[in-house]
């Protein structure tokens, strides 16, 4: 019979490590959960290694007294709780008393603490024993130092992401703490470089400002409101700033970032249809709650709560939100959602068209008496099946042939319109090449207010000029950038932009292929990039386009270098034509022209259409000349 023994301290420490210390971020945040409890007015975090090398949290709150130290690192020892009424009445971030012995359990930690403005403390651990404790000066406050993480325990190595990941995941958590409490000065620094520097005025417009930057800060709607059980304060974007996830949606509950998913939910249902599809604003939602309507105890990592009256908070949210959109007059980005894409035309319709013999007619029913046993469905033998052949005449079809039909059939076999097996492939539907290249030369015949009207062989082109002039502007941005043949313009006063700290780690990591779409950014301080000269095509308000390239950037797979580029030149066209205009006779021909040489002349990038043609037998139709 196999023996039940109790598992030994630093076997169990390890074990409970593995619940709570997931990766570097997690040590950083219960070490800083730690300082704010503390009752801390300025936090000072540095790493090294993404934190598996050294991680280092120093705060000014109230210190642990030298006779405590082996307590604060023994499991379930805590000063946030005494008994069990006071597990459903938590209001500080910590409660447990595990963070401390797990850290140590799996890593070299020490600590220089004073809690009484006199002689501070020393003292070391290892693998959750106490190597050393002495006497050593020190500033009231705490200062933990974790180094050589896992190093007991490298099969967790093993499951950590990339430096860079596991750089933004502790940037996060710093984030969301320091919008939590925007009365703490935070200050994080990677290798002695800072990533993060707040004031700690209890300013949260200023705090968000610090880590999304400025230009997003001011764009941001305060929120307040509040119910009987409920308050709620915090930040959202106005509908034009988005991101492609919602990692930008802060949810605090009573200083505590947790996630919630029907709270996320209804701060998108207070946007309404104002977001556009798959983009998400920024927001800050400080939700301030009785601790007895919350339960924190249900996940390890604290991140998850039971929280009563749920769905009376959900609809608070949802209309403090609307309310405060439409105050704000900020309705209208989500329009573009109700547009549907340009349906990809069939081949087999094409196909059809160009075959007389094939024209829709009533078929008799045939019943199918025999099936092949080597068919892999079972076909019963009473079961009618509609079958029709549109490639073989039959001779029992009554066709209805018209002089229209063959001439549309004359006219349809010229166009040659089947691509040969040789050509390259391409991102455009098969069904749609079919179509492209098919836009004979076109004759200037005037314009409307809105449209060029032109003429070939008496058939009449009606031209959108707004929509014609975008398609010829998307194809040469599109070129440009697919070629890496951009024209650059000098600034005379470089720009310089600063960009919350995860973007700009994001945007750091990809200089190369940002310089592949025009855009030559260098570092230049916190958060910060300066710029120097741009793309010609970029127009007026060179920093606000800018920007606008790079949200694009944020918001699609950057791997997807043909994707990006056809978004950004897209966009561009969009932005830099807005209006009709009164053209020339010369500009009018030069569109025409321009137009024949883009790949698909009848839509633009948005699919929208940009030709209509009315063939002389439609116009002799229409009429009546053919009566």
């Known amino acids: 019979m196999v023996q039940i023994s109790e598992l030994p301290v630093n076997l169990a420490n390890q074990i409970a490590a593995g619940e709570v210390i997931e990766r570097p971020a997690s040590v950083v945040k219960e070490l800083v959960e730690n300082a704010i409890d503390a009752g801390s007015k300025q936090i000072q975090i540095d790493f090294v290694d993404a934190g598996l090398k050294k991680i280092t949290v120093q705060d000014n709150g109230s210190g642990i007294p030298s006779d405590q130290l082996d307590l604060a690192f ?3 020892a805590t000063s946030k709780i005494k008994n069990e009424r006071d597990l459903f009445n938590v209001g500080t971030l910590g409660f447990r008393g595990e963070a401390l012995a797990s850290i140590a359990a799996v890593s070299h930690v020490e600590i220089l603490t004073d809690s009484a403005g006199q002689v501070g403390q020393r003292a070391e651990f290892s693998a959750g ?3 050393l404790q002495e006497k050593a000066g020190a500033a009231v406050g705490t200062r933990i130092t974790v180094r050589d993480l896992f190093y007991n325990t490298p099969a967790r190595l093993k499951y950590l992401r990339s430096p860079r990941t596991e750089i933004m995941k502790i940037v996060d958590i710093i984030n969301r703490l320091a919008l939590g409490y925007p009365h703490i000065a935070f200050t994080l620094k990677n290798e002695g470089r800072i990533l993060l520097k707040t004031v700690g005025n209890g300013n949260l417009k200023q705090t968000a400002a610090n880590i999304y930057g400025r230009n997003i800060a001011e764009k941001m709607i305060s929120l307040d409101d509040a119910d009987q059980d409920f308050e709620i304060t915090g930040l959202i974007s ?3 700033i988005t991101r492609s996830t919602r990692n930008f949606i802060s949810i605090l509950l009573n200083g505590r970032y947790i996630n919630n998913f029907q709270i996320v939910k209804a701060v998108l249902a207070g946007y309404g249809n104002n977001l556009t599809d798959k983009h998400y604003p920024f927001a800050i939602i400080k ?3 009785d601790p007895l309507l919350v339960d924190v ?3 390890p990592t604290k991140r998850e709560v039971r929280l009563s009256k749920e769905t009376q908070l959900c609809r608070l949210i949802t209309k403090t939100i609307s309310q405060k959109l439409m105050l704000s ?6 329009s573009g959602n109700l547009i549907s894409k340009k349906a990809a035309t069939l081949v087999d319709q094409l196909k059809f068209n160009l075959n007389k013999n094939v024209v829709e007619t009533k078929r008799e029913t045939a019943t199918i008496d025999e099936v092949n046993e080597s068919q892999p469905l079972e076909v019963r033998h009473d079961e009618a099946i509609q079958y029709v052949d549109l490639n073989v005449p039959r001779e029992d079809d009554y066709y209805v042939i018209t002089t229209t039909w063959l001439k549309n059939v004359a006219r349809q076999k010229l166009l040659s319109p089947f691509p040969s097996k040789n050509k390259a492939a391409t991102v455009i539907s098969i069904g749609d090449e079919v179509l492209l290249n098919n836009l004979p030369e076109l004759k200037f015949v005037g314009q409307t207010g809105a449209y060029i009207i032109a003429e070939n062989n008496d058939n009449l082109y009606l031209i959108d000029q707004v929509a014609a002039r975008r398609l010829i502007l998307f194809t040469k941005i599109k070129q440009e950038l697919t070629d890496q043949n951009v024209n650059q313009q000098g600034l005379l006063s470089p720009l310089v932009l ?5 973007d700009f780690i994001q945007i750091k990591s990809k200089l190369k292929q940002i310089k592949e779409i025009g855009l030559y950014l260098e570092e230049f301080g916190q958060n910060t990039f300066i710029l120097r000269s741009y793309p010609t095509w970029l127009k007026e308000d060179v920093e606000g386009q800018v920007r606008l390239i790079l949200d694009e950037y944020l918001n699609v797979d950057q791997n997807d270098t043909t994707k990006l580029i056809t978004r950004i030149a897209g966009k561009q066209a969009q932005r830099q034509i807005t209006g009709r205009q009164k053209l020339t006779v010369t500009e009018c021909n030069a569109i025409l022209t321009a137009l024949g040489k883009t790949k698909d002349p009848y839509h633009d990038a948005q699919g929208n259409v940009v030709i209509i043609c009315w063939h002389k ?9 053919d009566n």
């Open 297 to 299: 105890n249900v996940h």
């Open 74 to 76: 023994t499991r379930h």
């Open 498 to 502: 600063e960009f919350s700290s995860l």
């Open 129 to 131: 024993v106490k190597q």
């Open 617 to 625: 037998s439609e116009l002799r139709k229409m009429f009546k000349k």
């Open 238 to 240: 106005k509908p034009e």
């Open 329 to 334: 007059d900020v309705q209208a980005s989500g």
């Open 287 to 289: 939700i301030k709650v």
